[in-house]
Structure formats: structure tokens, C-alpha cells
């Protein structure tokens, strides 16, 4: 299988968390999407005939700017040049403030199958601190009327915010129940270099919370979701069953995908690339026919760190016959010996061949990752 990923550079106002690329310009969106047509085609031939598109996904940046005419015509682009299954799952991004009268229906009739809604908090509080352009009743106006059209439909949530409460992050739990999505993705507030959210926190306007109070929101979410039968399959993502997210299983599983769009990334199962996260010179490169790619070739070791990376925030963990089968058995004695301290510490534990994250340093995952990176290629 493979996955074609959108990204749609162009936004309302900037979260204050964010920093992914994007403008709130809108005035170059146009050409943007026909180059986004262009590169399409342009770069058919990285995803060969027999490679099976499952997923066709809208990210950003929010995609739920654009019309459902435009959304129409990069689905049917895609559908001209590549093998697409005739069940793939399509998703858009969407903001709550983006529904319009017939916006939803219209995206299904043009084959848009699962909406993604960035709700982040119901809280009209907590909307204002990120700087989210949706308020506390349009997420739930949005929600109401998604779920009388959609069966598949995700929603985001952030918990760890600045001055949230146990108490506060339950009831956005609840409220999100209440909506019964099929999926439910679900991340720590991360402050990112050069947003406002970290200028704020340097100049003392805000304090991030504990981490005993992260680890009782993240506890609380996890026993909550897995209690109403949510399949909590990856560290920040949790799908009932058959909702897993095809287009993110994709990544993890390290299928191909072609990524369109300024800064979009691709693999091809060797090869990373990404496009510039430049709009003016990406409309450039694709009128002369060259997209600004940057292109990275993975060694063994690349692949081993992404799949150590990756394999701990899985429900499944990290394999030790995998590791053998795919990088050999050095690698394999590299690990069990690069473990000792954390299995000692019950930081990780063995599930038989697998090597799994303790419920309690999930938060860690990253850290723990690094320390079992293979340094010298």
C-alpha cells in the first residue's frame, strides 16, 4: 500500500503553540493548489503502478479553507495518475469555525470518507490561551453535525495545557465522548522554538504545568478511552476497532508515501525527501518543472533508530525478529545489551520477543528512544 499526503500551507491566524509551516496570507492560495496539481503529476512516477494508494489525506496548515470544489479536484488529480483503491480512506483536516451551510455534505459527496477536527479544548479559556480561532460552542455545533454525517470521524485533543486542571481535562474527555468519534488523537502541549507559547513561557507570562499533573491528565485519558473500547494503538492516537488511522499506520509501518505541498514530506522506502517550506519558492520550482526537494538516503542505521523511535510508541513495540529479519543480528545483540538498565529500572519490559514502554514512562518515550539510538553508522 501507499499514502498521498496534501499539505495545505495557509491558516486564519497562527496557533501559539504551532510551528508548522503555514501563512495566513491567503492571497497566493490559488496558485499554490494548481502547483500542487502540477507537482502531482510531476512526481508520478515515485510511486509505482502496482503500489496501491489506501489513503489520500489534507493536512496542514487547514485544508477545511479550501472549497469542496478544490478538494474535488486534487482527489480527481490523484485518481488520474495513481492506482487508488476504491475503499480508501480520504481525510480532511478541519477546524470547527470552517463549517459553512452544506460544507460537510458537499466533502462527502466529492469522496472526502473521514474527517480529522481539530478541537484541541472545549474550553473557551484554554481556545483563547492557544490562540485558536474556533470558540468552546462551534466545536460543539461542529461536532453535532458531523456526527449525524460521518461514522468516521477523529478529533484532537492537547492536554498539559498551562493552568488546566485534573478536573478541566476530564471534562473535555467527557464532552469529546459524547460526540462518540471513531478515533480520538490526543497530544502534550510541546513548546516549539520560536512560537509565541515559548516566547510567553521565557518571559515568565506563563508557567507550564508539572509533570505529576501531565502524567494524571495522560492517566486519567488512557483509562477512559480504553475503558469505553478505544484501541489505544499508539502513544497519542486511540481508534475503536477497525479506525485505526490508515494514512498514520502508513508512516509507522514505513510504507511509501508522496507528500504534495510546501513542506510536505515522502518516503519511498529508502529515501526521505521533503519540499522547501518556502510558498514563493515552491510555486517557482514547480512552474520550471523542478520542485525544491531535499532528498536523504537512509543507512541501515537511519532505519534502525526510526524503527526504535517508532516501535516504542506502538502498542505493539519493537520487534526483536523484526530487527534481526531487517537489520541483522548485531543490531539485535545491540539492543538487549543497550536495555539492561532500562528493564532493570522498569522503565521497558519484555512481552516476550517484543520490547515494550512501562505505562508509566510512556511520557518518556522519546528520551528512552535516544538512549537506544545506534550512533556510528
Wanted: glycine share 6%; proline share 3%.
Amino acid at each position: 500500500m501507499a499514502a498521498i499526503y496534501f499539505h495545505v500551507p495557509f491558516c486564519k491566524q497562527a496557533c501559539h503553540y504551532c510551528n508548522f509551516h503555514f501563512s495566513t496570507s491567503l492571497k497566493h492560495m490559488n496558485p499554490v493548489l494548481d502547483a500542487m496539481l502540477s507537482e502531482l503529476k510531476l512526481r508520478k512516477a515515485e510511486l509505482s503502478d502496482n503500489q496501491e494508494i489506501r489513503s489520500i489525506y489534507f493536512g496542514g496548515g487547514t485544508p477545511s479553507l479550501l472549497s469542496s470544489v478544490e478538494v474535488s479536484g486534487l482527489i480527481k488529480e490523484v485518481k488520474r495518475n495513481f492506482n487508488v483503491a476504491v475503499d480508501a480512506e480520504v481525510t480532511l483536516e478541519m477546524n470547527p469555525d470552517d463549517d459553512r451551510p452544506n460544507y460537510l455534505e458537499e466533502l462527502k459527496v466529492v469522496g472526502v470518507n473521514r474527517l480529522s477536527v481539530g478541537i484541541q479544548s472545549f474550553h473557551e479559556e484554554e481556545l483563547k490561551l492557544m490562540n485558536r480561532a474556533h470558540n468552546a460552542q462551534e466545536a460543539f455545533d461542529v461536532l453535532n453535525r458531523i456526527q449525524g454525517l460521518y461514522d468516521n470521524f477523529s478529533l484532537d485533543l492537547i492536554f498539559g495545557l498551562p493552568n488546566s486542571t485534573t478536573e478541566s481535562w476530564q471534562k473535555n474527555v467527557e464532552y469529546a465522548l459524547q460526540f462518540n468519534p471513531a478515533h480520538i488523537s490526543s497530544y502534550l502541549l510541546t513548546v516549539e522554538p520560536k512560537t509565541v507559547l515559548n516566547h510567553q513561557i521565557n518571559n515568565k507570562q506563563i508557567e507550564v504545568l508539572g509533570e505529576e499533573d501531565v502524567l494524571t491528565q495522560f492517566n486519567f485519558l488512557v483509562d477512559r478511552l480504553q475503558a469505553k473500547g478505544y484501541d489505544h494503538y499508539e502513544l497519542s492516537s486511540f481508534g475503536k476497532p477497525g479506525f485505526r488511522s490508515v494514512n498514520n499506520t502508513a508512516y509507522w509501518s514505513e510504507k511509501p508515501y508522496l507528500g504534495i505541498g510546501p513542506s510536505a514530506h515522502s518516503f519511498n522506502g529508502e529515501t526521505r525527501s521533503w519540499n522547501i517550506s518556502n510558498n514563493a519558492q515552491y510555486l517557482k520550482g514547480i512552474s520550471i518543472g523542478k520542485p525544491f526537494i531535499e532528498r536523504e538516503k537512509l543507512s541501515v542505521t537511519d532505519r534502525y533508530n526510526e524503527y526504535i523511535m517508532i516501535g516504542l510508541r506502538m502498542q505493539n513495540g519493537i520487534s526483536l525478529d523484526y530487527i534481526e529479519k531487517n537489520f541483522g543480528s548485531d543490531y539485535k545483540k545491540l539492543l538487549i545489551k543497550g536495555v539492561q538498565s532500562q528493564i532493570k529500572s522498569q522503565v521497558l519490559y519484555w512481552d516476550g520477543d517484543l520490547l515494550k514502554v512501562s505505562r508509566n514512562a510512556m511520557m518518556l518515550v522519546d528520551g528512552l528512544a535516544s538512549d537506544l539510538f545506534k550512533l556510528n553508522v
